[in-house]
C-alpha cells in the first residue's frame, strides 16, 4: 500500500512538472537558457533569443538593458524571433575604455546579425537605440527590413531637445562622474548623435518615426527627421510623452504590428486625387 502511494505521488508529480516549469517566471535580460554572448573588436555583446518567425532586433534606451523590455519581448515572441541585446556598456555587455560612440553600437549590432547569419531582420530601437537603428539603415542599409524609430535625435542641441533637458543633463553629469559606465553613457547624451540630415536620405529601407507629443524630442525636430526619409511613415501619440510604449502601450503594439505586417502606406493624398480624376 505504501508502495502505491509512493507511485501515486511520484506520477503526480511527473504530469505536473510541466506546468510548474511554465509558471517559472522568465527573468529577461539574466536568462541562461536564452542568453549568449558573441566578440566583436574584443568586445563582449550579450543578447537573449526568444520566439520564432521573422527576426526583430530590440534596441534599448541610454542607461537601459534587455530587462527594461520584459513585457514587449513575451508579447512580440508569440509573432516574431525576438533578438534583444545589451548595447556595449550597458547590461551584460562589455564596456571597454575607448570613448564610446553610436558608430560603434550600430555595428555591433551589424556583426550580431551576422554571427546569426540573418541577412535583415525588423528593427526596434528606442531613444539612443532609434539613433541605433538611423545608423544602421545608413551604414548598413541591407540588413534592415523597416525600422521603427521611437523618439530619436540628430544632434544634441535645443533645435532637437527640449531645453529642459538640458538642466537635467546637469544634475545626471555631477552623478555620471562618481560612476565610469554611467559617465560613458552621459556623454553619449550631452556629445552625440551627429547624424547630417543628407545622411538620411541613403536609408532604402521603410522606416517609421515615433514619439509623443509630450516628448523630449521637439515635434519639429521629429518632423525634420520624417522629412528627410525616403520612405518613412510618421506617428506621434497623443498624450505620450518620450516613453512611447509606455504611455500607450496598446496603440504601439498594435501600430508596431501593423507597420511591420503589412506593406507601408506612402501614397499621398495628391496622388489618389490625380488617379481619381485620371490625370
Not at 89 to 115: F, I, R, W
Not at 153 to 178: G, H, I, Y
Not at 202 to 220: E, F, H, P, Q, W
Not at 232 to 260: M, N, S
Request: glycine share 6%; with cysteine; proline share 5%.
Amino acid at each position: 500500500m505504501k508502495t502505491n502511494r509512493y507511485y501515486l505521488f511520484f506520477l503526480f508529480w511527473l504530469f505536473t512538472l510541466p506546468y510548474i516549469h511554465a509558471q517559472e517566471k522568465v527573468v529577461y535580460g539574466n536568462n541562461p537558457e536564452a542568453g549568449k554572448y558573441f566578440d566583436h573588436d574584443g568586445t563582449k555583446i550579450y543578447y537573449e533569443i526568444y520566439g520564432s518567425g521573422r527576426p526583430l532586433i530590440l534596441i534599448h534606451g541610454n542607461g537601459g538593458s534587455i530587462k527594461s523590455r520584459a513585457d514587449l519581448i513575451s508579447e512580440f515572441a508569440k509573432k516574431y524571433k525576438v533578438i534583444a541585446l545589451d548595447s556595449r556598456c550597458h547590461g551584460k555587455s562589455d564596456c571597454p575604455p575607448q570613448y564610446l560612440t553610436y558608430e560603434q553600437m550600430a555595428d555591433d549590432v551589424y556583426e550580431l546579425l551576422n554571427h546569426l547569419r540573418i541577412d535583415s531582420a525588423l528593427v526596434w530601437g528606442h531613444s539612443d537605440g532609434a539613433v541605433i537603428g538611423l545608423l544602421i539603415a545608413i551604414r548598413h542599409p541591407e540588413k534592415i527590413q523597416k525600422l521603427l524609430a521611437s523618439g530619436a535625435n540628430l544632434r544634441p542641441d535645443s533645435t532637437a531637445l527640449d531645453p529642459v533637458l538640458f538642466q537635467l543633463l546637469d544634475v545626471m553629469s555631477s552623478q555620471a562622474k562618481k560612476d565610469s559606465v554611467r559617465s560613458k553613457q552621459f556623454r553619449l547624451l550631452v556629445d552625440q548623435p551627429n547624424i547630417p540630415v543628407a545622411d538620411l536620405e541613403k536609408i532604402k529601407s521603410s522606416v517609421l518615426i515615433m514619439s509623443g507629443d509630450r516628448d523630449a524630442i521637439r515635434n519639429k525636430h521629429t518632423l525634420e527627421i520624417f522629412e528627410h526619409i525616403p520612405k518613412a511613415l510618421l506617428c506621434i501619440l497623443p498624450g505620450a510623452t518620450h516613453f512611447v510604449y509606455l504611455d500607450r502601450k496598446q496603440w504601439f503594439t498594435e501600430i508596431l504590428y501593423d507597420f511591420f505586417d503589412n506593406p507601408p502606406a506612402l501614397t499621398t493624398t495628391a496622388e489618389l486625387m490625380m488617379k481619381a480624376y485620371g490625370k
